[in-house]
């Protein structure tokens, strides 16, 4: 594309961002020209054009043209000031042309990092459409949603992991978080993703999912020869909607589920018996007890990794998720539900998050359709209009 062609692109923010380099060295000029002293000069401020456009634009060619316009700017000052011949002029323009180069050459090194960073982003994203899936807005009789946030700034994919899938024994769903760094992490957290893709269509309980998902994790560690191998392991909740309006929970290790009921407090879903996460225990001891509920309609189960109630302030306090989460659940749309709780929990920190966080939120709304489900007002959290506006 030429020069015009690349300028017609660019918003009217950017074309007034580049003339910021013109602009300094007319005020330059002003100045020397309205100071009235003659042994003043302004020149040597001249290098703030080069260096100015080195910081407004992208292109390698512009701090070169602005320093071309700047040594040019100089020479009329000098000629102004009569300061041709002194030495405060010729390092003026030392100064500009020095200033111009190391601007252009640190331009062409930005965009350099820039594109390595947009193709880093890409293949992360390549990456998080392989290992954690989009998840449809409703599986069978229940409405999904979910809401991921990686605590690298630049990042698409960290330690959580999360999978909804329609089985013959109902709507299953798993979330976790892997306790480990860098690649190995993944490698794990795609070991166990894969496990309960295949575990949750062959194993009619749950509590044999969690095993094989056990016996899957610890070959895993054992083939992924990386540093940190013998201190990774794996907390997660496994959630089984059955046909029968009955939810099946079995938790290892992870923060327990929340349930959201119309009328009711927002309960914790706390297993009977504690158990580990899975790589502490050896495969064939790892027999989790499974929670059983029977389910009404609209009842929301909050899932979420612990980078939700770990998230602290600048004072250092926990996110209060139980005390939240009824004033941010007044949206019908369980998208917009988890969408406003993390806006909640970015302004209770005030910063980006320290931690990966992961929230799935499963409805179970088999009398609602999905195309008309938009349209119905919800009243699970803070009550909203009269008790007739309520839906159960």
Same mark, same amino acid.
């Given at each position: 594309? +030429?020069?015009a062609?690349?300028?017609r692109?660019l918003?009217?923010?950017?074309?007034?961002?580049?003339?910021?380099p013109?602009?300094?060295i007319a005020?330059?000029?002003?100045?020397?020209?309205?100071?009235g002293?003659?042994?003043?000069?302004?020149?040597?401020a001249?290098?703030?054009?080069?260096a100015?456009?080195?910081?407004?634009?992208?292109?390698?060619w512009?701090?070169?043209?602005?320093?071309v316009?700047?040594?040019? =700017? =100089?020479f009329?000052?000098?000629?102004?000031d009569?300061?041709?011949?002194?030495?405060?002029?010729?390092?003026?323009?030392?100064?500009?042309?020095l200033?111009?180069?190391?601007?252009?050459?640190?331009?062409?090194?930005?965009?350099?990092?820039?594109?390595?960073?947009?193709?880093?982003?890409?293949? +992360?994203?390549v990456?998080?459409?392989?290992?954690?899936?989009s998840?449809?807005?409703?599986?069978?009789?229940?409405?999904?949603?979910?809401?991921?946030?990686?605590?690298?700034?630049?990042?698409?994919?960290?330690?959580?992991?999360?999978?909804v899938?329609q089985t013959?024994?109902?709507?299953?769903?798993? @979330?976790?978080?892997?306790?480990?760094?860098?690649?190995? =992490?993944?490698?794990t957290?795609?070991?166990?993703?894969?496990?309960f893709?295949?575990?949750?269509?062959?194993?009619?309980?749950?509590?044999?999912?969690?095993?094989?998902l =056990?016996?899957?994790?610890?070959?895993?560690?054992?083939?992924?020869?990386h540093?940190?191998?013998?201190?990774?392991?794996?907390?997660?909740?496994?959630?089984?909607?059955?046909?029968?309006?009955?939810?099946e929970?079995?938790?290892?290790?992870?923060?327990?589920?929340?349930?959201?009921?119309?009328?009711?407090?927002?309960?914790?879903?706390?297993?009977?018996v504690?158990?580990?996460?899975?790589?502490?225990?050896e495969p064939?001891?790892?027999?989790?007890?499974?929670?059983?509920?029977?389910l009404?309609?609209?009842?929301?189960?909050?899932?979420?990794?612990?980078?939700?109630?770990?998230a602290?302030?600048?004072?250092?306090a926990f996110?209060?998720l139980?005390?939240r989460?009824?004033?941010c659940?007044t949206?019908?749309?369980?998208?917009?539900?988890?969408?406003?709780?993390?806006?909640?929990i970015?302004?209770h920190?005030?910063?980006?998050l320290?931690?990966?966080?992961?929230?799935?939120?499963?409805?179970?709304?088999?009398?609602?359709?999905?195309?008309?489900?938009d349209?119905?007002?919800? +009243? @699970?959290?803070?009550?909203?209009?009269?008790?007739?506006?309520?839906v159960?």
């Amino acid at each position: 594309m +030429s020069v015009a062609g690349r300028f017609r692109h660019l918003t009217s923010w950017s074309r007034t961002i580049l003339v910021l380099p013109f602009i300094g060295i007319a005020l330059v000029i002003m100045l020397d020209r309205t100071s009235g002293n003659p042994n003043v000069t302004f020149e040597p401020a001249l290098t703030a054009g080069p260096a100015l456009a080195a910081v407004v634009s992208n292109r390698t060619w512009y701090p070169l043209g602005v320093g071309v316009v700047t040594v040019g =700017a =100089a020479f009329v000052l000098a000629a102004a000031d009569h300061s041709l011949g002194q030495s405060v002029h010729g390092a003026s323009v030392f100064a500009i042309v020095l200033i111009a180069v190391i601007g252009s050459t640190s331009v062409l090194l930005r965009n350099r990092q820039e594109k390595a960073l947009a193709d880093a982003r890409l293949v +992360s994203e390549v990456a998080q459409r392989v290992l954690l899936r989009s998840i449809p807005d409703r599986i069978g009789p229940v409405r999904t949603a979910v809401h991921y946030a990686a605590a690298a700034a630049h990042a698409r994919i960290g330690g959580d992991l999360y999978e909804v899938v329609q089985t013959r024994y109902g709507v299953r769903a798993v @979330i976790g978080d892997v306790r480990g760094k860098g690649l190995g =992490a993944v490698e794990t957290a795609a070991a166990i993703l894969g496990a309960f893709r295949e575990a949750a269509h062959q194993e009619p309980a749950l509590d044999r999912v969690a095993s094989w998902l =056990a016996d899957s994790l610890h070959r895993a560690l054992h083939e992924n020869d990386h540093e940190g191998t013998e201190e990774e392991f794996v907390t997660l909740v496994l959630v089984s909607v059955r046909n029968d309006r009955v939810v099946e929970i079995v938790n290892c290790g992870h923060p327990s589920p929340l349930l959201l009921r119309t009328g009711a407090p927002v309960r914790a879903l706390d297993p009977a018996v504690t158990v580990p996460p899975l790589g502490v225990l050896e495969p064939e001891e790892v027999h989790p007890p499974i929670l059983e509920l029977l389910l009404e309609d609209r009842d929301r189960l909050l899932l979420f990794t612990d980078g939700v109630i770990e998230a602290r302030d600048r004072w250092g306090a926990f996110y209060p998720l139980t005390e939240r989460l009824p004033d941010c659940a007044t949206s019908d749309n369980p998208s917009d539900l988890l969408e406003h709780l993390h806006e909640d929990i970015r302004r209770h920190v005030g910063r980006q998050l320290g931690d990966d966080a992961a929230m799935l939120l499963l409805e179970y709304a088999p009398s609602i359709p999905l195309a008309a489900a938009d349209g119905v007002f919800g +009243s @699970i959290g803070r009550p909203r209009g009269s008790a007739a506006d309520e839906v159960r």
